[in-house]
Nanobody
């Protein structure tokens, strides 16, 4: 079975950092670009950023650029989302995605003092 199992969310104060992980199994991870999305309450799901299958290239939405970093370890079959200088507007459910079909279960990130 295909699985994308996420971990690492939680509550953090403004200015803090979190690292999300997404562990993949059941499909050829090393041949898949990986994408992070988020969905804030009352808003549509939006892309955060993506990383190429070899990890050499990543791109980010403007709100994430300079604060967030996506990386991957193909040997461990894990993709990471490092988030720094988090702000209340980053509060959302974060999802990893292996296009076109596979999604993680979602991880809650709450930024609040």
């Amino acid at each position: 079975d295909v699985q994308l199992v996420q971990s690492g969310g939680g509550l953090v104060q403004p200015g803090g950092s979190l690292r999300l992980s997404c562990a993949a199994s059941g499909f050829p991870f090393m041949y898949s670009d990986m994408v992070w999305y988020r969905q804030a309450p009352g808003k549509e799901r939006e892309m955060v950023g993506a990383i190429s299958l070899d990890g050499e290239n990543a791109n980010y939405q403007p709100f994430a650029r300079g604060r967030f970093n996506i990386s991957r370890d193909n040997h461990k079959r894990i993709v990471y989302l490092q988030m720094n200088n988090l702000q209340p507007e980053d509060t959302a459910l974060y999802y990893c995605h292996a296009p076109p079909h596979y999604w993680g279960q979602g991880t809650q990130v709450t930024v609040s003092s």
